[in-house]
């Protein structure tokens, strides 16, 4: 059906803004720009979701499906098709304390969980933002301030309830419906609408965080000293390097950002000790540390002014001297860059590669790097002005989606080896066949065995290539 045969009194229970209504303008906004959706709908159960979804496939809309709306290529809104928004269904719940049991709205964003959890002492790895949702974050894996001591925000995650594309509400766990809780677990948004996530919380008791801002002189060094102290660092301390581009007003920056997060209890000279290497890696400018709450230290997102944010990211078995170097030419190259370098390994690596859908658990950095170009840049223009970010970029073996600026084949087969990406398919075939949430890095539904099923999208995914 047409867009112009949908009746706009058709009954749906959820509140429905449509263009004109009052808080249309702000509901078709997401955190990468803005959308034009024939109508948003804020379901307030899982039967209002299941209604929603349901409105979608009769109307053959495009679905978008918003938590925090903070998917880097805008995912969460769109031109003429329908956005579920999971704003009511926000809700932190703690099912079991002896367990630390916790039930969370697939609504929900990470700065609320942090201060609900907060006064049992509680935390849960995730991002370092307050306002990204946690539906987004967890689908992809979810890296944050803790990765190393409690791994991805997937790895905490011990269930989860899904309205399907056919309208059924299924419980996705270890012992229900497994191979969509694998999938669920690094897959994105491909199989359903998640109402709410099961996860066990960690016992966090006050963090220790700082930064220390150094003289980036020889950034290549800067990272290699940095490498060797993370190498020898404890699981608590998690740290990421940023190298700041020159920009008007304010010179180039290398700045350490690190969080200690011990046992609630645990003694300020074991985090001293753990964080003192991090000082030490070259001509100090400023540095600070504190204990603060897990809560205090996620921080709001901010857009730069006046520019675009393009994002591209690998995955890196080792944060080799070679690497180092093309990081470093990257950081003096003439469309300006922020490089972030966040140290993996600890506990992310310890979960076997095939036990959830986010396969890269060998990596030992993951490198991002946001490109400044103009805001109003013309999209052909975009691709040319990354050409320095290649030479980064056939050091990885992988990527994470959720930082990927892009949503090529070539993006897919990076992030999913071949034998994941096939199990992924599968699992999309049996709960969304008609690929009703297409709006994501998406997985094309796909039986197993049937023809071009062994292949990745394009065949990406060996060591040493590069996108
Ligand atoms: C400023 C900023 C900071 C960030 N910091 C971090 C960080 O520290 N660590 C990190 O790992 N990532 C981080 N990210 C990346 C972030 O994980 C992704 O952008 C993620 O998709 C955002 O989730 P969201 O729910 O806010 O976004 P949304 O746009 O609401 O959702 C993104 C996609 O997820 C799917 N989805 C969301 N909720 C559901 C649901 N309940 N059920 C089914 N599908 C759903 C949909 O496909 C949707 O298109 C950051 C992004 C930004 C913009």
Redesign the pocket.
Known sequence: MSLHEIDPDEELASEVLRPGDDEYDDAAR???GTGRPALVVRPRSPVEVAEAVAYGVRHELPV?????????????TNVDGLVID?AR?DAVEVLDTDRRLVRVG??A?WGAVAAALDPYDWGLT????T???????????????MVRRHG??VDNLVGAR?VTADGRLVTASAHEHPDLFWALRGG????????D?DFVAQPVGGVHVGRAVYRPDDPADLLLRWRYAMRRAPDELSSTLVLMPELPGSPPAATVLLCYAGEPGASVTEADAAIEPLLELGTVLEATVAERRYAEVLED??HPPGVRVIGRNILAPTLSADLAQAIARLHRSPVPAAVAVRSLGGAFGRVPAQATAFAHRDAEALVVCGFMVPADLADASVEPMLAPWREVAMHGTGT?L??QGSATPEDLAAAYPPATYERLAAVKAAYDPGNV?A??HNIEPRRRGSAGASASPSGWGRPGDAR
């Open positions: 997401v955190f990468a978008s499906v918003r938590s925090g709306g903070h998917s880097v290529l805008g995912h969460g999971l269904l697939g609504g964003r995730s991002g370092d933002t306002s990204v949702g946690v539906g987004g974050l967890t689908l992809g894996g979810g890296i944050g301030w991805l925000a899904v994105g948004g491909n199989f359903g609408v998640v109402v996530f997102a901010h994470y959720n930082f949430f709006l994501n």
